[in-house]
């Protein structure tokens, strides 16, 4: 089984004409992602590697069925086309581009949570079910079937996160990216109890960064879950009030250090991992 998304997953891509949406959208079909159409406004009738272009959402829905979105646009446009998406019956949605404002982004989450929705994103690398799909802009090179599933705030992280399941023969259920920005469509609780429901995933895999409050949300359910946590906090050596990469990945005062969260996870029961080779030494030692 797989979380999110699988080969059976009907997927759009919102902004299929444009460069990136182009370029994605053919990364993904070579992989196996079953793609069946996008939009692009003003541009319906269009073609991109084989696959309908239409001019809205429910259009593109009504002729193919898709129930999966993955987002190519500007920033400044994403509200409006994940909304359109979420009220037309789209059910999972990811939101790629960066720098999504707050405000927007805030508007988005009321509308996912009011239609039951899940958004991943903004500014996220995707999600891949290695050998059923991959979504986003994530390198397959690095993932594997398996039993071990993930979930990070970083893109990068999580593609070496899975290259060291991989090497080490326990590869991935699937692989979530939720996102770098401040305000996410999806938190580490709300992954994390997705994977406790499935019965391959062994173990998760739970990568967290400097800034925010995402991953102390995860403490309201690790103490539950018979599934084991692993715990990593990239930003150990981050000096406070500087912005490390991510829109949300900044330390004021002493909330929201890497020290802090690790502690906090591991209190509440995840199993804390300072570099990617405890990962595996870890699963070793919980007979995963």
């Known amino acids: 089984m797989a979380i999110l998304v699988d080969k059976s997953s009907k997927v759009m891509v919102q902004g299929m004409t444009g460069g990136a949406g182009k370029f994605h959208t053919a990364r993904m079909l070579t992989y196996g992602t079953n793609i069946v159409g996008g939009t692009s406004p003003g541009k319906g009738g269009q073609e991109v590697e084989g696959k309908p272009v239409f001019d809205t959402v429910v259009e593109c829905v009504e002729n193919t069925g898709a129930d999966v979105s993955a987002i190519?646009?500007?920033a400044r446009f994403v509200m409006e086309a994940a909304i359109e998406a979420i009220r037309a019956g789209v059910k999972f949605l990811v939101i790629v581009p960066e720098h999504i404002p707050i405000h927007d982004m805030l508007h988005v989450r009321r509308e996912a949570v009011a239609h039951g929705a899940t958004v991943i994103g903004g500014n996220t690398a995707g999600v891949m079910t290695p050998g059923e799909a991959n979504l986003?802009?994530?390198p397959d090179i690095a993932f594997k079937p398996g039993r071990v599933?993930?979930?990070s705030r970083s893109g990068s992280i999580t593609y070496y996160v899975a290259d060291t399941l991989t090497r080490t023969g326990y590869g991935e259920?699937?692989?979530v990216g939720l996102g770098g920005d401040p305000v996410l469509g999806s938190t580490f609780d709300e992954i994390l109890l997705k994977f406790e429901d499935d019965p391959k995933t062994k173990a998760v895999v739970m990568c967290g960064e400097i800034g925010g409050v995402y991953e102390e949300r995860a403490c309201n359910v690790i103490p539950d879950m018979k599934t084991p946590v692993l715990a990593m906090i990239g930003g150990i050596y981050a000096p406070p009030g500087k912005r490390m990469g991510h829109a949300g990945a900044?330390?004021?005062g002493k909330m929201g250090t890497a020290k802090e969260k690790l502690e906090m996870l591991a209190d509440a029961g995840a199993?804390?991992?300072?570099t990617f080779l405890d990962i595996p030494e870890t699963l070793?030692?919980?007979g995963v």
């Open 250 to 252: 900044i330390v004021e």
């Open 284 to 286: 070793k030692k919980l």
């Open 173 to 175: 259920t699937t692989c």
């Open 149 to 151: 599933g993930t979930v």
């Open 271 to 274: 199993h804390p991992c300072k």
């Open 72 to 74: 190519f646009l500007p």
């Open 136 to 138: 986003g802009i994530m």
